[in-house]
């Protein structure tokens, strides 16, 4: 008995120990939900819980494994059949059928002159009790057993049977049928991709990643949501463990609703109003938080609503990558084609390391200096003559009209040829210098003002070489070939100042 107990407390801690390092390399990362869906959440504690699951006994065997479901449904049908089929004997041992049946069968001298109706015919023990129960309340019928008139009680049990067969019936058939067709097992045919992207997009960085559906029966009103959780201690000290912040995701043009017929790829702004806003490549690997990510939508074949999910932790995030195309249009079929194969799969691209607040400043900055040197250079008198960038803009390039009709007012002699650069030449010498990371970056303005003078340079020379070609043409062609190349010259220096290579800083 001794070295059973043992046996029996070495299989328990052996069960455990399973079961603890089991849960433990799942649970490792601390990740709320995991990458299939489910949520790492246990409750634990809660008073009086048994009561309360079987307040809500359906909730709790739709919810319940399936070994379970089909335990209580065998059990139900087990113990309404035994618990008539006692009835059904009750009645017969009262009413004194089982002795006459014994009598006629062993002692047929002794009921001679003796008749006697009994109240269900052919029921001689509990088993032949058990077989009359199950045949009544599925409305089986052999034939051999059958209730009479006798006995009042036999029909009042008998219809007392059949209410509760088809209770128990519907009751278990509701079961087995919502746990088939829960929209829980739609949404295993969901997909998120292993990792998500930080790249850029338009300028803006961008947190992405991509959802698929494998069926051809499409998700109606599908939408995207995103959470970040994370630890937060506010103003007057309170520690929030698992903060949640709502992320602002979209498809391609921004919004959250979905025509989810192929993967789409979901989008998160990293602006000013982003919780990733001051979070750069290195902080990154440090920080501690989780991107939960749900879609929603009607299945189209039953019209339940679905809902899969799925998380992203600091390690799955890769900073400057992209999502392969997965969808090609076959030539030979004229249809597209999604590959999943390619579902996960990304290539990296350059990405500034730096956060989204150290980017933003850097370009603010940089404008700020680019418009101080311009400042400067009209009031030292070299851009005075020079009109607006927004005037030139409205203008029509392609109409001679508008560079011929005195609305530009630029002559190809109000900047000298090198003057620009040579005035310039204290501001370069002065020109900020902006640390992102450990790196010096040095804005040189130098440069786009050299590329004007060569412009300007060019030109005049080409219009003193038409001008000597053409000596003996008229003095109107003279002028209005004038009045083009100074137009043109105008129009380049103007659009040469809009342009100053800020994104080289990222």
Not at 43 to 62: H, P
Not at 277 to 303: H, N, P, Q
Not at 438 to 457: D, M, R, V
Request: net charge neutral; aromatic share 10%; glycine share 6%.
């Amino acid at each position: 008995m001794k070295r059973l107990m043992t046996w029996e407390r070495d299989l328990v801690d052996a069960m455990y120990e399973y079961r603890q390092t089991r849960f433990s390399s799942r649970r490792i990362r601390k990740r709320v939900i995991f990458k299939h869906g489910d949520c790492n959440v246990v409750q634990g504690n809660v008073a009086k819980r048994r009561r309360r699951y079987l307040q809500d006994i359906f909730t709790t065997l739709v919810d319940a494994q399936w070994r379970w479901t089909l335990l209580v449904f065998a059990c139900s049908f087990l113990i309404s059949w035994a618990f008539f089929g006692l009835i059904w004997w009750t009645i017969a041992y009262a009413h004194g059928d089982l002795e006459w049946i014994d009598n006629r069968d062993n002692r047929p001298e002794l009921i001679q002159n003796m008749t006697h109706t009994m109240c269900v015919t052919e029921v001689r023990s509990f088993i032949s009790a058990f077989l009359y129960s199950i045949e009544t309340q599925h409305t089986i019928g052999y034939g051999n057993r059958f209730v009479t008139e006798e006995c009042p009680e036999a029909i009042f049990t008998i219809c007392l049977q059949c209410i509760t067969g088809v209770f128990i019936q519907a009751f278990m058939v509701g079961i087995v049928f919502a746990k088939l067709s829960r929209p829980k097992k739609r949404a295993q045919t969901l997909l998120f991709s292993r990792n998500a992207v930080i790249c850029h997009r338009d300028g803006v960085p961008c947190l992405m990643f991509r959802v698929g559906d494998m069926r051809k029966s499409h998700i109606i009103e599908a939408h995207v949501r995103a959470q970040l959780i994370r630890k937060k201690v506010t103003k007057e000290g309170e520690v929030l463990p698992f903060y949640q912040q709502e992320l602002k995701v979209g498809a391609d043009g921004g919004e959250d609703r979905l025509m989810f017929i192929w993967p789409t790829t979901i989008v998160h702004k990293i602006d000013r109003h982003s919780p990733l806003y001051m979070l750069s490549a290195s902080d990154m690997l440090k920080e501690r938080f989780e991107v939960v990510c749900m879609l929603e939508g009607v299945i189209e074949s039953t019209g339940m609503t679905t809902q899969a999910r799925s998380s992203y932790l600091p390690s799955e995030i890769l900073w400057g990558h992209r999502f392969v195309n997965v969808v090609s249009f076959r030539k030979e079929t004229g249809e597209y084609e999604v590959d999943y194969t390619l579902f996960n799969n990304t290539y990296d691209v350059d990405t500034p390391l730096c956060s989204s607040k150290e980017l933003d400043d850097l370009k603010e900055e940089y404008s700020k200096n680019h418009k101080a040197g311009l400042d400067r250079a009209l009031s030292a008198g070299l851009l005075k003559h020079i009109s607006s960038v927004a005037s030139v803009d409205h203008m029509d390039p392609a109409s001679d009209e508008s560079l011929d009709s005195g609305r530009l007012h630029t002559r190809s002699n109000s900047i000298p040829n090198g003057a620009l650069a040579t005035e310039l030449e204290p501001l370069n010498n002065n020109t900020p210098s902006f640390t992102v990371g450990g790196s010096s970056i040095l804005p040189s303005i130098t440069t786009n003002f050299q590329s004007i003078n060569e412009k300007i340079n060019s030109t005049n020379g080409s219009s003193t070489h038409n001008n000597n070609n053409n000596n003996n043409g008229s003095n109107i062609n003279h002028s209005s070939s004038n009045t083009s190349l100074k137009a043109k010259s105008s129009r380049r220096l103007s659009i040469k100042q809009d342009q100053l290579p800020v994104d080289s800083l990222c």
